[in-house]
C-alpha cells in the first residue's frame, strides 16, 4: 500500500479538511463583492482546488494553469515550464492562485507573471504548504498559507512522487529508500 512507503504522518486528513474550512471562511470574508476567480496550479493543486471550492459560499469561477519544475525529482530543477495557460478572460477580476506547496518560489513567481498578463484587477497567492527554506530562490507574497513544514519531501493530498502518491488522504513524509 502507498501509505507504507511514508515515514510518517505529517498532516492528518481531519487537520487538512479543518484547515481548507478555515482558509475558504476568510477567502469568503476578503472576497465578498468581488470577481473572484481561483486558478489552480496543475497538477498538485487539485485536490486542495476541489476541497476549497466547495467550502466557499461566495460566487466564484476557476481555472487552471499547467506548471512544472519538479519532473521525476524530489527538488524543484529551478526551470519552470508552462503546459497550459488559462481559457477564460481574466481582465479586471481577482484572481486567487491556488499552490499545493510554496517551496522555491520558482512555480510561483512565473505563474504570477503569466497571469499579468492577462490584466487581472489583483493577483494573491493561496498555498496550502508553505515549505521554511534558509534559501529560497524566489520570494513570493502568499496572502494564505495552510500549513508551515520542515524543508521534507512530502507527498499525498495532490502532491506526488514520479505520479504516485497523488491520491493519500493525508500528507506523509516519503521514505528516503523509496527516492534515492
Same mark, same amino acid.
Given at each position: ?9 505529517l ?11 478555515? @482558509?475558504?471562511?476568510?477567502? #469568503?470574508?476578503?472576497? &465578498? /463583492?468581488?470577481? +473572484?476567480?481561483?486558478?489552480?496550479? *496543475?497538477?498538485?493543486g ?11 459560499t ?6 487552471m494553469?499547467?506548471a512544472e ?19 477564460m478572460?481574466?481582465?479586471g477580476?481577482? @484572481?486567487?492562485?491556488?499552490? #499545493?506547496?510554496?517551496? &522555491? /518560489?520558482?512555480? +510561483?513567481?512565473?505563474v504570477?507573471? *503569466? ?15 508553505w515549505?521554511?527554506k ?11 498559507v ?35
Open positions: 500500500m502507498l501509505i507504507d512507503d511514508l515515514e510518517y504522518i498532516l492528518s486528513e481531519q487537520d487538512i479538511q479543518k484547515r481548507v474550512t478555515e @482558509i475558504a471562511a476568510e477567502i #469568503d470574508r476578503d472576497y &465578498t /463583492g468581488k470577481d +473572484l476567480v481561483l486558478v489552480c496550479i *496543475l497538477k498538485g487539485i485536490i486542495f482546488l476541489s476541497d476549497l471550492t466547495r467550502q466557499i461566495i460566487p466564484h469561477a476557476f481555472d494553469v499547467g519544475s519538479y519532473g521525476a525529482s524530489t527538488t524543484s530543477s529551478g526551470h519552470v515550464i508552462i503546459t497550459k495557460d488559462v481559457q478572460p481574466l481582465v477580476r481577482d @484572481i486567487l492562485l491556488i499552490e #499545493d506547496i510554496y517551496d &522555491t /518560489g520558482s512555480t +510561483l513567481k512565473v504570477r507573471e *503569466l497571469l499579468q498578463v492577462h490584466t487581472p484587477r489583483s493577483v494573491e497567492v493561496c498555498a496550502l504548504l515549505k521554511e534558509k534559501d529560497r530562490t524566489h520570494q513570493v507574497p502568499v496572502k494564505y495552510g500549513f508551515k513544514i520542515p524543508d521534507v519531501f512530502v507527498v499525498g493530498y495532490g502532491l506526488d512522487f514520479n505520479e504516485k502518491y497523488r491520491n493519500l488522504r493525508s500528507i506523509g513524509v516519503l521514505k528516503k529508500e523509496i527516492y534515492i
